[in-house]
């Protein structure tokens, strides 16, 4: 399955480093987000590191995903697609 990186997760003036929103297009409830918790999340960067991250919650009512990652995203993930496993 994948999906693709919306965001960091925070409020206006504060954003979290290692948790990014993740909207699945197969996904448009928060029943069936909440389905996809517990599992794992790679996004490959474009020198090949892959960085590991987990499915924590449903965010919103859309449909969209809480991901926490192991180490802080840069910014260029955004927009990318990831894989969930």
Known sequence: MEGIIANFRGSQHVKSGNQMIVHVKSVDT???????VGKKVVWTSPAGKELVGKVSSAH??????????????????????????
Do not use: D, H, W, Y
């Not at 928060?30 to 996809?36: D, G, R, T, V």
């Not at 859309?62 to 969930?84: D, H, N, W, Y």
């Open 30 to 36: 928060k029943e069936k987000a909440a389905k996809l």
């Open 60 to 85: 919103g009512n859309g449909g969209s995903i809480r991901v926490l990652f192991e180490t802080g995203m840069p910014g260029q993930a955004i927009c990318t697609k990831v894989k969930i496993e």
